[in-house]
């Protein structure tokens, strides 16, 4: 079976539990003015500009290929409890491919995780439960208005999703809220996704992860406008705020960054 | 109850003043101990060598001027002024009186030296003129050998102008019987012998040498207690009164007696490490094992309550301060071969007891703390890690790590163990070793290593294949056959082993000429005194005086050859792309750049585009350091074409060669004096350093590097391997970042690598990459939840980063 992947990054030490190796796919069916990764969007291969230098993003690869790659670290994964994190784009967008990834790997005993906004029909998410370890859930705001205005759509699907996966009790979830200036980062606004977060019940960690600029270039290698050119990011004190007001909201684990 | 204790103890206020007068001034070249070396030479002409050197070495010790360094509780200076030298003209002087106006302004380790030292050591040097190690060493040289090294495919600098060094002495027995007890053991091995054997002569020789420069050792000490009683004597401030006091206490027994307590033994091992220091230039005189020798001085004193923690902390402090005081003034090929004034004394803490069983104890925490307070680059700290060493130890070691100091750096027992038992070492013995220099094992107090013997540039035999063994008009190399003769892989590959066997055996050459001068000229009785079993032998170290004997040059640019082999292979014969004499044609053209500006104008565009060509198919193969078999394995097979030839040799001690991979930092002017290579290195570029990838080269992060220099052959490198990774210091951040690091550790050693040590970058190397981002192709920067490789970044964004890398400290 082949997928799109457009990276592979090994030693990956700040998405998910010990030393991981991210599969990166390509696509994804909303468009974050924040993006970093902007060239993860389309699910078409394309041309980016990097240092005055064209290069292909996206490649077909088969299951077995992502896997000779993601074996290599096997070794660091069991010392350190890492393993395999799916990310994308958005990886559920790809849900055949992720499924056989995910579970080649479980079968031969690396653990595995996902990093996805989990907005796809339910059971696409169901179909690889059984084999996920770890599920880092994008959640970026309670108002689906808002979620729509900076995202392209709205979040109730998403929403439903996280109760789903909360409830269904299979694999360890973990909230992640990027930070981002003038669209989350107002207390309310972060109190209430930790409010939510409570309410579903079964989240382990939430992980708030304060704004970057490090995808800017990456918008002029593709041709576009980066629309957030003047946005800074957060600064620590602020986000220390946010960390406690999580804390104080719901009593679950929160952490600056992943 | 825990084994040890692991609480911090902070810096006191006196490390932090020592250290800042230690700084105050240049250093400077002293000219005491030449002039009193060779006043005594002058009065032994017609004695034994061995004997002429033990009284010089006392008379040394006898006048040289002591000093007592303010606030300072440890004594013994090399130099009246801090940081200084003195120079050994016994082993070479010309360099000196050569350098001596260019000295205070050369680039790397300038030191200042005064008109009147100039002349005091030019009138001393005219005694020397003929009677070097150094010229004697160069006689013994054939021709051919002397060629090659004018054409910088070897260098011997180290021993053919210095000391051998290298070496770690039997400390403990130094603490436990002081200098009055080895002086009995010569003297028993005396009434032992049989006057009418033929060796009775020459072994009586050494062992007067032997109480000699015991005597003179024991003299030294006595002048620093007198020094420090007529100080406290003058002494206005009780406090200090007190300390001088106690100083005068303990160098009235020690070394020449056995150490009552843990602060004489600090004192007594001082002495040791200091007064080799000045018997001969050598450097990478290692303390090994201090953990091991000095705790039960410690344990001791703590138990029966004599000493608390805090003072205990503060000694092994002072003595990481008197190891930054001790420098070398090299030549000035030598000072950028081992940059930083260093006296590369390696000091090991962790590891296994001789028995097999874990030996961390309280001191190995307190070494790496040393190493935290006074935040200098002496010792040398390195960790020994096995399957059983605890994880707290490796969490205190990440901690020094993630400060950027570069230390510890890592070795791995369930290497080196098997590969010095593979050399013919005990069990008991390989479970015993320790560090030497920079990363060379030896098993200390019996082992004269002679490590760091020779840098071997294996690109420069791969130049030679291309030339048909010429080099600048000169033939040096065999004649393997025009470049357009080879018509397979094979044969290309082959040519290149005879090049380097050929240039082996020269190396070889070169290393048995130098060890027959060092056991002419260069004896030293003190050294050999504490290693077994030169007073059992009747002989000094440089004669074979050791139970354990080797040669160790060292090889490096195996990433350039593992890459440009691929190169070759790939281009010329499977893809038919170029042959191979266009491909010479692009390496004298320095890939269209030019050997200099002027012949670079000269390049006609059809070869401008050759070589542009070439240059880009050569960016596009895979290279070393990316965890690819096909590379990888290349880099394993290409190492053996050094470190199989080296192994089959003998010294004239009666022990074998073993190589080592690693450069020190001669990497970049050895790679100064290289044309370009296949693998897309330009001329004059420095050339990759020990086991690691190229710079640059490996893209695909820390664990791809890792795994490809673990399919290195480590054990058969026994005379060290050197693997450096650069990190940014949010790799290391809280506990999980620890965690991670300490597997990639600990996954490399089940791997079998043998060393790895560990830059983590701060702003200073950010700002560099900025600077020269071709040198920084593979740092990665990891931010909460995003990586990047931080060259790629446009320039605001590096800010952003090197902002935020100050907030993560």
């Given at each position: 079976?082949?997928?799109?992947?457009?990276?592979?990054?090994?030693?990956?030490?700040?998405?998910?539990r010990?030393?991981?190796?991210?599969?990166?796919?390509?696509g994804?069916?909303m468009?974050c003015?924040w993006c970093?990764?902007?060239?993860?969007?389309?699910?078409?291969t394309?041309?980016?500009?990097?240092?005055?230098q064209?290069r292909v993003?996206?490649?077909?690869?088969?299951?077995?290929?992502?896997m000779?790659?993601?074996?290599?670290d096997r070794?660091?994964?069991?010392?350190?409890k890492?393993?395999?994190?799916?990310s994308?784009?958005?990886?559920?967008?790809?849900p055949?491919?992720?499924?056989?990834?995910?579970?080649?790997?479980k079968?031969?005993?690396?653990s595995?995780?996902?990093?996805?906004m989990?907005a796809?029909?339910?059971d696409?998410?169901e179909?690889?439960l059984?084999?996920?370890?770890?599920?880092?859930?994008?959640?970026?705001?309670?108002?689906?208005?808002?979620?729509?205005?900076?995202?392209?759509?709205?979040?109730?699907?998403?929403?439903?999703?996280?109760?789903k996966?909360?409830?269904?009790?299979?694999t360890?979830?973990?909230i992640?809220?990027?930070?981002?200036?003038n669209?989350?980062?107002h207390p309310?606004e972060?109190?209430?996704?930790?409010?939510?977060a409570k309410?579903i019940?079964?989240v382990?960690?939430i992980?708030?992860?304060?704004?970057?600029?490090?995808?800017?270039?990456?918008y002029?290698?593709l041709?576009?406008?980066y629309?957030?050119?003047?946005?800074?990011p957060?600064?620590?004190?602020?986000?220390?705020?946010?960390?406690?007001?999580v804390?104080?909201?719901?009593?679950?684990?929160?952490?600056?960054?992943? | 109850?825990k084994?040890?204790?692991t609480?911090?103890e902070?810096?006191?206020?006196?490390?932090?003043?020592?250290v800042?007068?230690?700084?105050?001034?240049?250093?400077?070249?002293?000219?005491y101990?030449?002039?009193?070396l060779?006043?005594?030479y002058?009065?032994?002409?017609?004695?034994?060598?061995?004997l002429?050197?033990?009284?010089?070495?006392?008379?040394?010790?006898e006048?040289i001027?002591?000093?007592?360094r303010?606030?300072e509780?440890?004594?013994?200076?090399?130099?009246?002024?801090p940081?200084?030298?003195?120079?050994y003209?016994e082993?070479?002087?010309?360099?000196l009186?050569a350098?001596?106006?260019?000295l205070?302004?050369?680039?790397?380790?300038p030191?200042?030296?005064?008109e009147?030292?100039?002349?005091?050591?030019?009138?001393?040097?005219?005694?020397?003129?003929?009677?070097t190690?150094?010229?004697?060493?160069?006689s013994l040289m054939?021709p051919?050998?002397?060629r090659?090294?004018d054409?910088?495919?070897?260098?011997?600098?180290?021993y053919?102008y210095?000391?051998?060094?290298?070496?770690?002495?039997?400390?403990?027995?130094v603490?436990a019987?002081?200098?009055?007890?080895i002086?009995?053991k010569?003297?028993?091995?005396?009434?032992?012998?049989?006057?009418?054997?033929?060796?009775?002569?020459?072994?009586?020789a050494?062992?007067?040498?032997v109480i000699t420069?015991?005597?003179?050792?024991?003299?030294?000490?006595?002048?620093?207690?007198?020094?420090?009683?007529?100080?406290?004597?003058?002494?206005q401030?009780?406090?200090?009164?007190?300390?001088l006091?106690q100083?005068?206490?303990?160098?009235e027994?020690?070394?020449?007696?056995?150490?009552?307590?843990?602060y004489?033994?600090?004192?007594?091992?001082?002495?040791?490490?200091?007064?080799?220091?000045?018997?001969?230039?050598?450097?990478?005189?290692?303390p090994?094992?201090?953990?091991?020798?000095?705790?039960?001085?410690y344990?001791?004193?703590?138990k029966?309550g004599k000493?608390?923690?805090?003072f205990?902390?503060?000694?092994?402090?002072?003595?990481?301060?008197?190891?930054?005081?001790?420098t070398?003034c090299?030549?000035?090929g030598?000072?950028e071969?081992?940059?930083g004034?260093?006296?590369?004394?390696?000091?090991?803490?962790g590891?296994q007891?001789?028995?097999?069983?874990?030996?961390?104890n309280?001191?190995?925490?307190?070494?790496?703390?040393?190493s935290?307070n006074?935040f200098?680059?002496?010792p040398?700290?390195?960790?020994?890690?096995?399957?059983?060493?605890?994880d707290?130890?490796?969490?205190?070691?990440?901690?020094?790590?993630?400060?950027g100091i570069?230390?510890?750096?890592?070795?791995?027992?369930?290497?080196i163990?098997?590969?010095l038992?593979?050399?013919?070492?005990t069990?008991?013995?390989?479970?015993?070793?320790n560090?030497?220099?920079?990363?060379e094992?030896?098993?200390g107090?019996?082992?004269?290593?002679?490590?760091?013997?020779?840098?071997?540039?294996?690109?420069r035999?791969?130049e030679?294949?291309?030339?048909?063994?010429?080099?600048?008009?000169?033939?040096?190399g065999?004649?393997?056959?025009?470049?357009?003769?080879?018509?397979?892989?094979?044969?290309?590959?082959?040519?290149?082993?005879?090049?380097?066997?050929?240039?082996i055996?020269?190396?070889i050459?070169?290393?048995?000429?130098?060890?027959k001068?060092?056991?002419?000229?260069?004896?030293?009785?003190?050294?050999s005194?504490?290693?077994?079993d030169?007073?059992?032998r009747?002989?000094?170290v440089q004669?074979?005086g050791?139970?354990?004997?080797?040669?160790?040059?060292?090889?490096?640019g195996i990433a350039?050859?593992?890459?440009?082999?691929?190169?070759?292979?790939?281009?010329?014969?499977?893809?038919?792309?170029?042959?191979?004499?266009?491909?010479k044609?692009?390496?004298?053209?320095?890939?269209?750049?030019g050997?200099?500006?002027?012949?670079?104008?000269?390049?006609?565009?059809?070869?401008?585009?050759?070589?542009?060509?070439?240059?880009?198919?050569?960016?596009?193969l895979?290279k070393?350091?990316?965890?690819?078999?096909?590379?990888?394995?290349?880099a394993?097979?290409?190492?053996?074409?050094?470190?199989?030839?080296?192994e089959?040799?003998?010294?004239p001690?009666?022990?074998?060669?073993q190589?080592?991979?690693?450069?020190?930092?001669?990497n970049?002017?050895?790679?100064?004096q290289?044309?370009?290579?296949p693998?897309?290195?330009?001329a004059?570029?420095?050339?990759a350093?020990?086991?690691?990838?190229?710079a640059?080269k490996?893209?695909a992060?820390?664990t791809?590097?890792?795994?490809?220099?673990s399919?290195?052959d480590?054990f058969?490198?026994?005379n060290?391997?050197?693997f450096n990774q650069?990190?940014?210091?949010?790799?290391?951040d809280?506990?999980s970042?620890?965690?991670?690091f300490?597997?990639?550790?600990?996954?490399?050693?089940?791997?079998?690598?043998?060393h790895?040590?560990f830059?983590?970058?701060?702003?200073?190397?950010?700002?560099?990459?900025?600077e020269?981002?071709?040198?920084?192709k593979?740092l990665?920067?990891?931010v909460?939840g995003?990586?990047?490789?931080?060259?790629?970044?446009?320039?605001s964004?590096?800010?952003?980063?090197?902002?935020?890398t100050?907030?993560t400290?």
């Open positions: 079976m082949n997928g799109k992947v457009f990276d592979i990054q090994r030693y990956s030490i700040h998405d998910g010990g030393i991981r190796t991210i599969v990166f796919l390509k994804c069916t468009s003015r970093s990764n902007p060239e993860s969007q389309s699910f078409e394309q041309e980016m500009i990097v240092n005055n064209t993003v996206g490649k077909d690869m088969t299951v077995e290929e992502v000779d790659i993601v074996e290599k070794a660091y994964y069991r010392r350190t890492g393993g395999l994190t799916l994308g784009g958005e990886c559920l967008n790809q055949e491919f992720s499924k056989a990834l995910i579970m080649a790997a079968q031969n005993g690396i595995t995780a996902i990093e996805s989990a796809v029909k339910y696409k998410i179909a690889i059984p084999y996920l370890d770890q599920f880092l859930m994008d959640i970026k705001h309670i108002d689906s208005q808002k979620h729509k205005l900076y995202t392209g759509i709205g979040n109730e699907l998403i929403l439903e999703n996280a109760r996966v909360a409830q269904s009790n299979m360890e979830l973990s992640r809220i990027p930070v981002i200036p669209f989350n980062d309310d972060i109190k209430s996704i930790a409010c939510f309410d019940g079964n382990s960690c992980h708030l992860l304060p704004y970057h600029r490090l995808g800017q270039d990456k002029d290698g041709g576009r406008k629309l957030m050119a003047d946005i800074l957060p600064s620590s004190e602020k986000m220390k705020e946010l960390k406690s007001i804390e104080v909201t719901c009593d679950i684990e929160c952490k600056i960054g992943g | 109850m084994k040890y204790n609480t911090v902070p810096k006191s206020e006196r490390i932090t003043r020592l800042d007068r230690m700084f105050k001034d240049m250093p400077e070249v002293e000219s101990r030449a002039v009193l060779t006043e005594s002058k009065q032994t002409e017609d004695e034994p060598a061995v002429r050197r033990a009284k010089a070495f006392a008379h040394v010790l006048n001027p002591v000093v007592i303010e606030e509780l440890i004594v013994g200076s090399n130099s009246t002024k940081r200084g030298c003195q120079t003209p082993y070479s002087n010309k360099w009186e350098e001596f106006d260019t205070a302004t050369r680039s790397a380790d030191f200042y030296i005064s009147e030292s100039k002349k005091a050591l030019s009138e001393s040097h005219k005694y020397w003129d003929g009677k190690v150094s010229e004697l060493a160069l054939a051919e050998t002397i090659s090294m054409h910088n495919i070897f260098t011997v600098g180290n053919l210095g000391g051998v060094g290298h070496v770690t002495v039997n400390y403990g027995e603490l019987i002081g200098y009055n007890g002086i009995q010569t003297k028993d091995a005396i009434a032992k012998c049989d006057i009418s054997e033929k060796d009775y002569p020459e072994k009586r050494f062992y007067d040498a420069s015991c005597e003179g050792v024991i003299t030294y000490a006595n002048r620093h207690a007198k020094l420090a009683r007529e100080e406290a004597e003058r002494c401030d009780e406090t200090r009164k007190k300390e006091l100083i005068a206490t303990n160098c027994n020690v070394p020449a007696n056995g150490a009552k307590n843990f004489e033994a600090c004192q007594s091992f001082w002495f040791v490490q200091q007064l080799m220091q000045v018997e001969s230039s050598g450097h990478s005189i290692s090994g094992r201090f953990d091991q020798y000095m705790y039960p001085y344990e001791k004193d703590i029966e000493i608390n923690r805090a205990a902390q503060e000694l092994i402090d002072s003595l990481w301060v008197k190891l930054n005081d001790l070398k090299r030549d000035l030598g000072a071969g081992f940059a004034y260093g006296a590369f004394q390696n000091l090991i803490v590891g007891t001789p028995d097999g069983v874990d030996a961390t309280d001191l190995s925490f307190m070494c790496i703390q040393a935290h006074v200098l680059p002496q040398s700290l390195s960790m020994r890690v096995w399957n059983g060493t605890p707290d130890l490796m969490v205190a070691a990440s901690g020094l790590t993630k400060t570069g230390l510890p750096a890592f070795y791995n027992d369930e290497v163990i098997p590969a038992m593979s050399r013919g070492l069990l008991q013995d390989a479970r015993d070793y560090i030497i220099g920079c990363v094992p030896q098993k107090g019996k082992t004269e290593g002679w490590h760091d013997s020779a840098f071997f540039n294996m690109c035999p791969l030679l294949v291309f030339s048909n063994g010429m080099d600048n008009g000169v033939l040096v065999k004649q393997t056959g025009e470049i357009n003769s080879f018509k397979t892989f094979d044969e290309f590959y082959n040519a290149y082993k005879t090049q380097m066997d050929y240039q055996s020269l190396m050459n070169s290393n048995n000429a130098i060890d001068a060092h056991s002419t000229r260069g004896l030293n009785p003190f050294q005194c504490m290693i077994e030169c007073i059992g009747g002989k000094t004669e074979g050791a139970i354990y004997n080797f040669t160790g040059p060292q090889g490096f350039n050859m593992a890459d440009s082999l691929y190169s070759v292979q790939k281009l010329v014969f499977e893809q038919n792309k170029i042959t191979l004499e266009q491909f044609k692009v390496l004298e053209l320095n890939y269209g750049y050997v200099n500006e002027e012949a670079a104008k000269n390049i006609s565009a059809e070869d401008k585009q050759l070589c542009e060509n070439v240059k880009k198919w050569i960016d596009e895979p070393f350091g990316n965890d690819l078999d096909e590379v990888d394995m290349l394993r097979d290409v190492a053996y074409v050094f470190t199989k030839p080296v089959k040799y003998k010294n001690r009666g022990g074998t060669f190589a080592g991979l690693y450069p020190v930092s001669a970049v002017p050895l790679g100064g290289t044309g370009a290579t693998d897309g290195r330009l004059f570029t420095p050339v350093d020990g086991v690691s990838p190229s640059g490996d893209t992060g820390p791809a590097a890792a795994n490809s220099v399919k290195m480590h058969i490198a026994s060290g391997t050197l650069k990190f940014h210091p949010t790799a290391l809280g506990q970042g620890i965690d991670n300490i597997g990639l550790i600990r996954v490399f050693f089940e791997k079998k690598g043998s790895i040590q830059n983590v970058v701060d702003r200073d190397t950010l700002r560099d990459a900025q020269h981002p071709d040198k920084y593979q990665v920067v990891r909460a995003y990586s990047a490789i931080f060259v790629t970044l446009s320039k964004l590096q800010e952003d980063i090197i902002n935020r100050e907030l400290f």
